[in-house]
Each structure stands twice: as C-alpha cells, then as structure tokens.
C-alpha cells in the first residue's frame, strides 16, 4: 500500500521561509519523479515543481522559479521543498505526488500526471 505523507507547514510572515518535506512508502520511491503542487481557497490545483527520479532535472512553475528549490534524497525516500522569500499569495495547501515513470513530462505541471497523493499540509504566509 502506497503512503504519501506531507509535513513542514506552518504560519510565516511575508519574506520568510519554510521547508517541505514528503515521505512516500509502499513504492521504489527512487524509480519514480515527484512533484509539488498547491491549492489555495477557491482556486484550481496548480502545479509547483517537479523532479526526476535521480534529481538531476527540475521545473518550475513561473510563479516560483527563482524562489522555491525541490530535492530529494533517495536513501531517506524523502522529497522536499524550500521555500524563499515567501508571499501572501503562496498561501494554500501543498501536496507531494508521485509518477509512475522517472521523469517530468512537458505536462508535469497537470495533476493527471500523477498517481498517488498526499493530505496535503497548510502554509499560511502574513503580510
């Protein structure tokens, strides 16, 4: 059974930062690409990042580029998100994914792409 589990969110005034991490069992989690996407109230899910299975190709979605890194370290089968120079328009719930194959398509910003999913963990940024 494939568990996907999000943590690291929290209440951080504009400017600061937070890190996410995502840890998924039940599944070779070094076999497979990972994403980040999020969800603010009354709004689509949007993606944020995707990485490749070894980590070594990364994208970003324009609204983050520059301000939020995705890794992964594949012996602790863990995904994480930094996140920099936080805005009041970053707030929503995150959500870490997972794919079943080892890279990012063109479309890796479209949730479709994407197997088993996490409850998400809220990141609330004040002005």
């Known amino acids: 059974q494939v568990q996907v589990v999000e943590s690291g969110g929290g209440l951080v005034q504009a400017g600061g930062s937070l890190r996410l991490s995502c840890t998924a069992s039940?599944?070779?989690?070094?076999?497979?690409?990972m994403g980040w996407f999020r969800q603010a109230p009354g709004k689509e899910r949007e993606g944020v990042s995707c990485?490749?299975?070894?980590?070594?190709?990364?994208n970003y979605a324009d609204s983050v580029k520059g301000r939020f890194t995705t890794s992964r370290d594949n012996a602790k089968k863990t995904l994480y998100l930094q996140m920099n120079n936080l805005k009041p328009e970053d707030t929503a719930i995150y959500y870490c994914?997972?794919?079943?194959?080892?890279?990012?398509?063109?479309?890796?910003?479209?949730?479709?792409?994407?197997?088993?999913w996490g409850q998400g963990t809220q990141v609330t940024v004040s002005s």
């Open positions: 039940g599944l070779r989690f070094d076999d497979y690409a």
């Open positions: 994914a997972t794919r079943s194959r080892g890279l990012c398509p063109g479309s890796w910003s479209s949730s479709y792409e994407y197997n088993y």
């Open positions: 990485i490749s299975w070894s980590g070594g190709r990364t």
